[in-house]
Nanobody, 119 residues
Framework: QVQLVESGGGLVQAGGSLRLSCAAS????????MGWFRQAPGKEREFVGTINWSGLSVRYGDSVKGRFTISRDNYKNTVYLQMNSLKSEDTAVYYC????????????WGQGTQVTVSS
């Protein structure tokens, strides 16, 4: 089992920045990739980005490219989502997820953290 806990969400003005953290615990040695997703009210869950456990492969969703950066600290078993130039449309609950394979499927999810961007 893998447990994921997100933190760092909050209220920020448009144009500002936030950094989300996702701390993994449990059988973290099985994790192949970590992903970030978000879901706004009334909308489907959206892919934000993913990083593999070696850190050599990072991908982003089109809506956040150039503004968001994913990084990881293996010693802390933590993945970060640095969000810059935030827009009101970035308002959502942000979730991190862990995948045990390289297929792009995710097996464990965190509880989510709210990010609200005021315009």
């Amino acid at each position: 089992q893998v447990q994921l806990v997100e933190s760092g969400g909050g209220l920020v003005q448009a144009g500002g920045s936030l950094r989300l953290s996702c701390a993994a615990s449990g059988r973290t040695f099985n994790i192949m990739a970590m992903g970030w997703f978000r879901q706004a009210p009334g909308k489907e869950r959206e892919f934000v980005g993913t990083i593999n456990w070696s850190g050599l492969s990072v991908r982003y969703g089109d809506s956040v490219k150039g503004r968001f950066t994913i990084s990881r600290d293996n010693y802390k078993n933590t993945v970060y989502l640095q969000m810059n130039s935030l827009k009101s449309e970035d308002t959502a609950v942000y979730y991190c997820a862990a995948g045990l394979t390289a297929t792009g499927n995710y097996d464990y999810w965190g509880q989510g953290t709210q990010v609200t961007v005021s315009s």
